[in-house]
């Protein structure tokens, strides 16, 4: 049974920053795609970034690239999302996603995963 699990968010004002983490078990973050995802108030699930299970290479939504890393720790099967310089508009629940298809040939680049974490939400304030 695959589990992916959130930690990380909060509450932080503009311009700071924060770091989620995902656990993964029954899963292994390096032998597939693995991403998150963001959902604001009354709006879409987007895909935020992305990381391409094959060779590491990432994927960012325009809205965050710069200011947003993905990164994954094989040896403690985690993935992480380092945001920086967080703005109102990135309030938001992330989720963490692994498996499924990573379309990044397409623009914009697309993900399916296949398997989903609970959420955490991310509030920012001016």
């Known amino acids: 049974q695959v589990q992916l699990v959130e930690s990380g968010g909060g509450l932080v004002q503009a311009g700071g920053s924060l770091r989620l983490s995902c656990a993964a078990s029954?899963?292994?973050?390096?032998?597939?795609?693995m991403g998150w995802f963001r959902q604001a108030p009354g709006k879409e699930r987007e895909l935020v970034t992305a990381?391409?299970?094959?060779?590491?290479?990432?994927f960012d939504a325009d809205s965050v690239t710069g200011r947003f890393t993905i990164s994954r720790d094989n040896a403690k099967n985690t993935l992480w999302l380092q945001m920086n310089n967080l703005k109102p508009e990135d309030t938001a629940v992330y989720y963490c996603?692994?498996?499924?298809?990573?379309?990044?040939?397409?623009?914009?680049?697309?993900?399916?995963?296949?398997?989903w974490g609970q959420g955490t939400q991310v509030t920012v304030s001016l």
């Open positions: 996603a692994a498996g499924g298809g990573l379309y990044h040939g397409r623009r914009p680049v697309q993900y399916e995963p296949e398997y």
């Open positions: 029954g899963h292994t973050v390096s032998d597939s795609n």
């Open positions: 990381i391409y299970w094959f060779d590491g290479r990432t």
